[in-house]
């Protein structure tokens, strides 16, 4: 099911880029998917207006199929907004989150819950500051054991996307530092991000998505390298048939 919805999180990306955000209110979409993780097909509606944004996906493959719901709404006179997004795998069980912005004088407040396909809820909370060169997000995260992971971060925009530092510390006392970067352009979207503990060990993760330049598909392709050195790999390809 993962899979799945790494495939079509870049067929929205690929849609994305060909859409003409500014007459569009409403786009039907479909297509293929096929890699390393299955293959299959997918629907999706898009309805944007003033304040708001839905969309809704529905998916089969060899494994069963899925579907998913997101619906956001800002209102711009307070400066509040809140997020609604719902999946449902090929097993039926469903995994849901809700979260609520708002705009403060120096960035950004949102509180979020979610909860899980395994039926365990974590609740959130970020700060996203704003500074000249970019940004500093702090965010904490508490389960339902009261176990917290907090971490901190500053965000630095680049010429062509971003890079960022920061720190991490869970309530068990387990600390570490990571770093990331991203680029964009009209080809595609690259973004790295690695983790070392305060062991020394460190995790790195690199998501390349490339677009076609008629906006009738493209590729994702991730590799993920372990404290210990081993590589796993796993992409798709999606081409989108109704653009």
């Given amino acids: 099911m993962r899979s799945a919805l790494a495939i ?8 994305a880029a060909a859409a003409d955000h500014a007459e569009a209110r409403e786009k039907n979409r479909s297509g293929t998917f096929s890699g390393t993780r299955g293959s299959g097909t997918f629907s999706q509606t898009t309805k944007r207006e003033a304040g708001s944004f839905e969309r809704s996906r529905d998916w089969e493959s060899e494994r069963g199929s899925g579907s998913s719901a997101t619906s956001r709404n800002w209102d711009a006179e307070s400066g509040t907004g809140s997020a609604h997004r719902e999946v449902t795998g090929a097993g039926g069980k469903t995994s849901t989150s809700d979260t609520a912005v708002s ?6 407040e949102s509180s979020s819950t979610r909860t899980g396909f395994n039926g ?5 909370g970020t700060t996203i500051s704003k500074t000249d060169e970019g940004a500093v997000v702090n965010k904490t995260y508490t389960n339902e054991a009261g176990e917290t992971l907090s971490s901190s971060k500053t965000v630095t925009k680049t010429d062509d996307g971003y890079v960022s530092s920061g720190s991490y510390e869970t309530s068990g006392g387990k600390s570490g530092t990571f770093t990331g970067s991203g680029t964009h352009d009209e080809n595609g979207i690259d973004r790295t991000k690695t983790v070392t503990t305060g062991e020394g060990k460190t995790a790195t993760r690199v998501i390349d998505t490339d677009f076609n330049g ?5 590729s994702r392709a991730v590799t993920t390298t372990g404290p210990n050195g081993e590589t796993i790999s796993h992409g798709a390809d999606v081409t989108i048939d109704h653009p």
């Fill in 8 to 15: 079509l999180a870049a067929a929205a990306l690929l849609s």
């Fill in 103 to 108: 705009k403060t004088d120096g960035g950004i």
């Fill in 120 to 124: 365990k809820t974590v609740t959130g």
């Fill in 214 to 218: 008629d906006g009738t598909g493209g």
